[in-house]
């Protein structure tokens, strides 16, 4: 029944908005003429509600004869992490051609945004902003650190609209680009034109409103230009670094209207979606490389998506420079001595030992010591892995610092585990466990 339902709600949906808002839904129990349906978030549900429900009703009575009403669940409401597959949705071009200039990059879109745990309830919202602008959650902020998409989101719905509605008066611009407007327009006398400018469009996208910090006379301005926009139903959405709650110098009254909407934040991705990310970007650049190299550059780099992508590209010069394919070995002399620069925690070996130790119960001696049970081989291994990729230290001197091995050993131990990875999940999660705690 629940396939039957899927199929009909799905010859009306476009894939992007399928895969957001119906794929991610399990079927529980048909209970009574009761279908229970789980949904992955309150987004979802506030989504269903509005749009999907009663015309699913009415399919299910179509095709059942009998009334069956829906009932919507979401598990552990408070619990935002469970979303492990990243899914990248799809979406058909935007149409290239528009009627003006709106500033928006192509490459911005919902198509290319690889959806994974740390921000798909932002792109949830994004995309309910993109089909319903100025109804559901206006404004919309999105909130997040630096290299997380805030930008390539913003721009999604800016492409989206626009492809729902070429007519659509889209506009965006850095809170920077929208003070210097300003204050030229003060200066060249044409703040009626700066006004019917900013006053006249469809959609508002303003990024990284923390520098509107201590510009009052913007402050005020963009005061106005919400008022008005927001009065006509118009959707506004703006991106900052931090909640604008917490933007120092930030008017109140701003800071008011902002809570009018919804602010979703964006967190730094885990590795699945790293990988996911630098997948697509290979696709999309033509670049072959397998899923171990992938995985290894998704490991390098773990807070910052402009990082990982910057990661890629230096294989690849590294590739061309040398005139060689893109493999692991490749991949690690590429990569050698850049560090995430949230790794660099002034990290020794002695407290890499210290913390895989205590992890596996065992004794620091355990690790530096030469006895081969298993138990002790792989924590072993594990230590040598980390104090590779978290110091910088040599690989003699890591050898030496387990007990005098010679730096072969640590060649191998750290392509084992580099390799390891791939296929045991379980080791991936210990490690991330250590990455953690030895960050912490
Ligand atoms: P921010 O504005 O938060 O600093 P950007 O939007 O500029 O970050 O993103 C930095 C880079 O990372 C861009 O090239 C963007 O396309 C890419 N990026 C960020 N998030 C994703 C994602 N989820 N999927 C694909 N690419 C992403
Ligand atoms: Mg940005």
Redesign the pocket.
Known sequence: LWEKLVSELQKNFESVSYDTWIAPVEPISLVNGVLTLELPSAFHRDYWDRNLVAESETILQDYTGQKIRLDLTVPNENHKEDVDDPVVTGVDAPGQVYAHDTHLND??TFD?????SG?YLAQAAALSAAEEPGQVYNPLNLY?G????????MQAIGHEVLRRNPEARVKYVTSEEFANDFINSIRTRRQEEFRREYRSVDLLLVDDIQFFADKEATQEEFFHTFNKLYENKKQIVL?SDRIPSDIPKLEDRLISRFKWGLSAD?TP?DLE?RIA?LR?KAVAEGLEIDNQTLNYIAGQIDTN??EL?GALVRVQAYATINKIDITLETAIAALKGLKDSAQQHGLSISKIQEVVAQYYRLQVSDLTGKKRTKNIVVPRQIAMYLSRELTENSLPKIGKEFGGKDHTTVIHAHEKIVQDQNHDSELRSQISDLKKLLKG
Do not use: D
């Open positions: 490459k911005y290319s945004f690889v959806v994974g921000n997040g630096v290299g997380l998409g805030k930008t390539h989101l991106t964006i991705p979606t990310i697509n998506i402009r992508e």
